[in-house]
């Protein structure tokens, strides 16, 4: 048995891929089903076939997949003793196949779309999701509608463009968009697998069930996740929240949410003990892909971070740009702005919180930094210049 | 015992990282040693230490990786439709680190330059290979120098510079600033990873190695890849060559470098039956990652390829543009135009050659197509335009 569930209704509803929010509070549906007995299944290849048991798929069409997943976790060892820190792996979702971690929701969602026989799907988007949302469009041979933000910069639409989906670009409230197209969909019969649509949100948990098993199946003691809708940390705690349900870890590592100042309603509310979250006027941060005013899963991830143990912190531009250089510096690993929230985050409350010697961290880096690459400019680089002549002069100067 | 060896002279030489090319005949060495038993190491998780019996490491230094490899190999069912092709398979090379083939190489001799005690290395490069070494490099620790042409584009030059290199814009020949870097090497004590490294060679055969356990131990009849220098392509042959010096396999597969017409020395040399490639005057082509005019393996692949069987092509511009677009918008790969000419030689070659229904086919995917996104533009795009309130009726009419 499957269904869509509302946690604050506690009411359960048919699966409907049309139907991602409460007919009653408006609050995010979430996928769940009864069967008992779920393992992996590690023999296999693709993530969506390792981890299917724990999936919304009751069997998985390989050739919608572009071999997703699989990401791997490096320890940062030059950061930690920069920064006097305990043990911090990266979770480097950018070697994803549209470079973030939008495609492990996408690629769970156009299985849903395929069986459910839509020949139309769609997305609202800034840009991460615009791209992975019309690859896996492109793949299925599914229309797909990419709905933009009028100012959208045009390496996002460049990014999204070259898979030739319907792109419009629209001038309005993105809020409003967001709402907009769900009423659309269900109009249009398209499949809008928007930020926090429940198949979505599924395909995140298999990020979770990496990690469990890159740390030996033992869990981390902090996961680090950039916050915005609230639908990829949702989806990460879910997956440790099945494992707990299913008996493969007693307890759950503490979930941090970190946001961006400029736009940060959901770290706000957690600070001021709200159970919901204000959306603010206009976001102003550096970190693009998560500028959501108006999270649609913000009180959701309010309730689960206080459930299952957590924080949503916010954190300054200034600090955003040092920990991407950081990160680049001194790691090799060139991440969006977003992703760089996440040490960011750990560097603010390293002093706060109760991070021991030995306590292991897990910073989720959610974007390549060739995706924001306007963000950065030439001028900030050192950039030497030569004749052929010259060359063994400046070098030996250096 | 490892050594250096000149296949054109037959001659042997010691390990050094600072000797790159043979003193008599100056065509590259490359690295061999004479363990017996040689097998995969199939639990562990980095590629590096999977394939360490064939690679030059006697450990391996998990510190220095960035989780390159073990990427995807997947069908692309739509292509051979629209195309009427037999199966085809692309290896998806841009889903590493730092979004190209390159950091396999880069990888390998890293840990050479770490283990032999270099405290600086460098790189020549148009591109791709700037950032990766620039990653590794400042992973590792090492003051790294990036040499590049002094009209590479900023959105290269970022993608470097990111992560802190000693980044020199050269004016001059291109051909002429690889020779120099490599005596500038010697002389500085700096460990150059340009192209044609020996070990950087290494480092790719595990492509082929990843290819051959994806197909479950059968080797495919087709393998295409873009050719530049010609390290790239040695490097994956390599792969063969030594799984059939150790019983893995009876034959090769039939090896197809493709360049960019306009820039084609290897495949003219190849067409007019040449032991020698002449270097061309200028290069002329949109896929500027495989645009050397003066290939320093040129004349070392044409003989690998005479020797093992295969070919080398050359394709337009405009089919290398269009076989970008059918990748995206058939299948939902964005890669950059040097991939694609992968998909544009065996749409070339089809006719010509032996290509049964059931050949099998791999497509070298060698890098991303972020990284060359400057050669696209918006105004090729189909972007509407709306409003909010006029949005349900551009969906209708769509």
Do not use: W
């Not at 009028?150 to 463009?161: D, N």
């Amino acid at each position: 048995m499957e269904s869509f569930v509302c946690t604050f209704c506690a009411k359960s509803y048919g699966v409907d891929p049309l139907q991602t929010f409460c007919p009653t509070c408006h609050e995010p549906l979430l996928y769940t089903d009864s069967r008992e007995k779920k393992k992996f299944h590690l023999s296999y290849e693709h993530s969506l076939q390792i981890f299917s048991d724990f999936l919304p798929l009751s069997s998985v069409n390989i050739d919608l997949s572009l071999g997703e997943g699989n990401t791997p976790l490096i320890r940062l060892r030059n950061v930690e003793k920069k920064s006097k820190l305990p043990p911090i792996f990266a979770k480097n979702e950018t070697v994803n196949p549209t470079h973030s971690f939008k495609d492990r929701g996408t690629a769970v969602a156009i299985q849903k779309a395929r069986s459910f026989g839509f020949k139309r799907i769609g997305t609202v988007s800034t840009g991460n999701m615009a791209a992975s949302t019309a690859a896996y469009g492109s793949r299925a041979g599914l229309k797909t509608f990419v709905l933009v933000k009028e100012e959208t910069a045009s390496e996002k639409l460049i990014a999204a463009g070259i898979y030739n989906p319907v792109l419009i670009k629209v001038q309005g409230d993105y809020g409003e968009l967001f709402r907009t197209s769900i009423l659309l969909g269900k109009e249009n019969n398209i499949h809008f697998m928007n930020s926090v649509d429940p198949f979505r949100i599924e395909g995140y948990k298999a990020t979770g069930f990496e990690i469990f098993l890159q740390f030996n199946q033992v869990i981390p003691d902090f996961i680090l996740t950039p916050a915005s809708s609230g639908g990829h940390l949702i989806g990460i705690m879910r997956a440790f929240r099945d494992l707990k349900q299913h008996g493969f870890i007693k307890k759950y590592p503490y979930f941090v949410g970190v946001q961006a100042e400029g736009c940060s309603p959901i770290a706000s509310a957690f600070k001021r003990k709200k159970v919901n979250v204000q959306r603010i006027r206009k976001a102003k941060t550096i970190a693009q892909a998560i500028s959501n005013p108006d999270p649609p899963a913000g009180n959701l991830l309010l309730r689960m971070i206080r459930n299952m143990g957590g924080t949503i912190l916010s954190v300054p531009d200034e600090k955003i740009l040092e920990a991407q250089r950081l990160l680049a510096e001194l790691e090799g690993i060139f991440v969006q702005p977003a992703s760089a929230t996440t040490l960011a985050g750990l560097l603010a409350f390293k002093e706060q919180k109760n991070l021991k010697n030995d306590s292991t961290v897990v910073l989720i880096l959610t974007g390549s930094g060739l995706k924001a690459s306007s963000t950065l400019s030439l001028s900030n680089m050192n950039i030497l210049h030569s004749s052929l002549f010259d060359l063994p002069k400046i070098i030996k100067s250096v």
